[in-house]
């Protein structure tokens, strides 16, 4: 079992950084990959980036490719995304994912290829 708590989002101006944490509980973090959905309202939920095990593979979202940066410290149980030159657009509640992943194993994009999940975290782009 594994418990993910999101923080660092707010309300910025565009252009702006942000950089959200995702803080996971137990002893087996670095045998999961992580990733970053994002939700705007009225729409659905749409993945953003990924991470693997190790922290060496990564993969973006195009809409996002560029700007954001996920990183992992498998040592302190935390992942980042770390939002620059932020846009009106990326205004949505942010989620951090966990999936169990064997070694070797690709990197998950797809919600459905998620296990755990966290509450979410409120970032909003002013204009």
């Known amino acids: 079992q594994v418990q993910l708590a999101e923080s660092g989002g707010g309300l910025v101006q565009a252009g702006a950084s942000l950089r959200l944490s995702c803080a996971a509980s137990?002893?087996?973090?670095?045998?999961?990959?992580m990733g970053w959905f994002r939700q705007a309202p009225g729409k659905d939920r749409e993945f953003a980036a990924t991470?693997?095990?190790?922290?060496?593979?990564?993969y973006y979202a195009d809409s996002v490719k560029g700007r954001f940066t996920i990183s992992r410290d498998n040592a302190k149980n935390l992942v980042y995304l770390q939002m620059n030159s932020l846009k009106p657009e990326d205004t949505a509640v942010y989620y951090c994912?966990?999936?169990?992943?064997?070694?070797?194993?690709?990197?998950?994009?797809?919600?459905?290829?998620?296990?755990?999940w966290g509450q979410g975290t409120q970032v909003t782009v002013s204009s």
């Open positions: 994912a966990a999936r169990l992943s064997p070694v070797g194993s690709g990197l998950p994009i797809l919600l459905t290829r998620y296990d755990y």
């Open positions: 137990g002893r087996t973090f670095s045998s999961y990959a």
């Open positions: 991470i693997d095990r190790s922290g060496i593979a990564t």
